[in-house]
């Protein structure tokens, strides 16, 4: 009969000691509890966690030994750990030699002086090229050269002004804000109580002024009220506090200055008054006043979340594991550890976890969260899939061509946060405006209560205590980022994605929008219906194969219809024309293909005008040194919803134009059947960048829709740019908004939608500098006590947001 084997004392998964037998330490890491050998290595697992620096345990290569320095991960103090490459590759993309982008997450910022004091802090460190934040959503955009600055010394820079930053993810992001929910929950737990307790006492206190009450019992009453009134001050109003220290010891007037004076001077002055049995006591005031901001940060939290759904949204698309087909068969990895060239088995039902090609399988695959289209598209063998995407009928083998922040799921979430914290125009004069009006509010705050000293020294402190109250600047610094996060989320919710700061205040004032035609108001999908020989005995097929020799590599539409042909042929010395076509050599001859004046196939007219008289034609010509050798006729289709979008935006008071490249005829037939006035073929990049140059120099705000290499420059004109989905790269990178859902029907959606934010944006600054220059004579005047000051303050701020949050309704 065999012993049992006696099982292996568990080890602690801090620092690697067997776990004494009942221990109850334990620390919850990475959603798991884990089992901790003592109190010590509990505190400092905990440490941390709170730190959202789990990555230590995931990537250390070896446990310390216990009651040596590693204990403590270096992490902590340094940050290394987020230098490595390793830990890089899930959230930072690399650009051009050593230049990086990061999406972070800062902790800890209240206000606007807040953000303002980041971006000037870590801007102004050597090799950091761009940082900017969005206030709405605590996320930041982070670019820097890694050959100057390393990433780990960016967050420690940031953490050396009492702030601190970890790389974006959509699962911290929740975590975060559930423990910032739970702890605003805690503190407005205290406070509402402690609110209720004071004012019963309050009550008593009042009604022994008119009444009568016994002198020692009103003394007890007051300790009473001073005891529960330092419960929610210490405890539910610190984080004041904590902030406006912070903001002085970096020499900034922030927003939580003035709120932390007014609770600090009504909690000392009524203590004083309790402890000399002289004055008048205010601790109702000062514990509502608590109550009231925490009830409105609360509130704005949930607010700020609500905003930013869309953009986080769009990173719980991917899948956590995918199924990797190897030589050993299939097994289930972390899509952390794909690489381009892996094998995907993609199981009905299951989201494509990275950016890849069908191999094998035909299915139907939903887009509808990356492109707002819902009808499934069909995918087969050769065609592209796009990760968080979902599989919908039958498996998928699937080659990996892209990974982490290199998929089209990356880049939209990249294009995304840099417009949600790009600032408008409108913005950064309201964030130039915060620190100079509350350095105002302090000077006028001091001159009223010398005033009200002369005047009534009793009431001079309260009136001082009202007027830092009430006139708190929030709503200033709400009013402009939760509506541009609202609208943005809006957008993308329709397959609109924004991504520029700028892009929605100059949509909301454009008067002129110009179109590219083909790939735009078309479909872009161009057939071949006729091949007609321009010189006897040429031969059609030899033609197309010369044509998909010389294509072959462009990305123009037309390009597509000729260059996936096999033909054998290979074109040297290629070269480009914008706007007339391509040039190149095969076999020893030179050839043109493009525009009739560029194929030097003049002498054709009659031919070509004939051709042209064809419905939806567009001719194309292919010529050698002695002139034309072929025409070829082919035909696109109008987007179903291009007549309707057309008449939506004039309906808005829009100037439509359409200019293209293509012939004046097929131009012209497509400018009549959609009902636009003002139309021109055959212009050259050169031709319509003028013509935008021409309405700007009027003073028009113009915008520009396109999809083509040869309109990057033109939508880089424009003061607002758009391009469609199937658009080139180099033109999405030109662009200020990318058209995902490539229905025009968004396009006036947008219009509206950015003269809404605009108009929303208007109403909050209006409202918040109404609201300051009413409320402030009204404090000064001595009418408002401290606790009605709170109290409008917080409804001031809760106005702003919920005004701001109609935006997110946008259908």
Known sequence: MSTPQARAPEECYHCGLPVPPGSPY???????????????????????????????????TATPAAGSPGLVPEALRQLDLYDRPEVQQSFVRSEAGTVREAALILENIVCAACVWLNERHVGSLPGVLEFSINFATRRARLRWDDSVIHLSEVLAAIAAIGYIAHPYDPHRQDELYRRERGRLLKRLAVAGLGMM??????????????????????????????????????????????????DARNRRVGMDVPVALAIGSTWLASSWATWTRAGEVYFESVTMFVFFLLTSQFLQLGARQRAGQAAEALMRLLPAMALRVGE???????????????????????????????????????ESLLTGESLPHTRQAGDGLIAGSVNVESPLLMRVDKTGADTTLSAIQRLLDRAQTEKPRIAHLAERGTGWFVGTILALTALAGLVWWQVDPGQAFWVMVAMLVVSCPCALALATPVAVTAATGALTRLGLVTTRGHALEALAQIRHILFDKTGTLTTGELQLDAVIPLRPGVDGERCLALAAALERGSEHPIARVFSARETGLEAHDGLATPGQGMAGRIEGQDYRIGTPAHARAAEHAEVLAAAARRPDASLVVLGDADGGLALFVLSDQLRADARDAIAELQALGLEVELLSGDGTAPVRRVAETLGIGHYAGRMTPADKLERIRALQAGGVVVAMVGDGVNDAPVLAAAQVSVAMANGTELAQASADMILLSEQLRHLPIAVRTARDTVRIIRQNLYWALGYNLIALPVAASGILTPWMAALGMSASSLLVVLNSLRLTGRR
Not at 357 to 363: I, Q
């Open 328 to 366: 050993q068969g299939e097994e289930t990895v972390a899509i952390a550890d794909l690489r381009p060239g892996d094998r995907v088995r993609i199981r009905p039902g299951d989201a494509v976890p990275a950016d890849g090609t069908v191999l094998e399988g035909l299915s139907s695959v939903n």
């Open 26 to 60: 334990q620390v919850r890491i990475d959603g798991q509890e884990r089992p901790m050998c003592c109190p010590g290595c509990q505190a400092v697992a905990q440490a941390i966690v709170a730190g959202g620096l789990t990555d230590f345990y995931r990537y250390r």
């Open 197 to 246: 307790q004071v004012m019963m006492l309050a009550v008593a206190l009042y009604a022994g002024d008119y009444y009568g009450i016994d002198a020692e019992l009103e003394h007890f009453f007051r300790w009473v009220s001073l005891l529960i009134a330092s419960a929610v001050v210490l405890y539910s109003g610190q984080g004041f506090f904590i902030n406006a220290w912070r």
